[in-house]
Nanobody, 120 residues
Framework: QVQLVESGGGLVQAGGSLRLSCAASGSIFSINVMNWYRQAPGKQRELVAG???????NYADSVKGRFTISRDNAKNTVYLQMNSLKPDDTAVYYC??????????????WGQGTQVTVSS
């Protein structure tokens, strides 16, 4: 099995910064895409940022220029540096990864989520 564990969430004032981490562990042969999603109360889960093993990244328009996704492939870890935070960024942030497992092939896994709250 594969586990994704997020950390780094919390309460911050508008304009502040937070850095989220997501570490993948377990039966892992390789990881392709690692993404950050978020879900605010009453809203659908949305893709915030994504990163491929080749180094390509993509961002939601709402976070471009403020958030930066990066990863440490040796540690199977993805990060999300969030700057200039706004109250609209308040949500539960989830890590998602596409993982290749020995003898089992590719599958997608989710972390348990970490709360980010931005006060005005």
């Amino acid at each position: 099995q594969v586990q994704l564990v997020e950390s780094g969430g919390g309460l911050v004032q508008a304009g502040g910064s937070l850095r989220l981490s997501c570490a993948a562990s377990g039966s892992i042969f390789s990881i392709n895409v690692m993404n950050w999603y978020r879900q605010a109360p009453g809203k659908q889960r949305e893709l915030v940022a994504g990163s491929t093993s080749g180094g390509s990244t993509n961002y939601a328009d709402s976070v471009k220029g403020r958030f930066t996704i990066s990863r440490d492939n040796a540690k199977n870890t993805v990060y999300l540096q969030m700057n200039s935070l706004k109250p609209d960024d308040t949500a539960v942030y989830y890590c998602n990864a596409e993982v290749s497992r020995p003898l089992s092939g590719w599958a997608k896994f989710w972390g348990q989520g970490t709360q980010v709250t931005v006060s005005s």
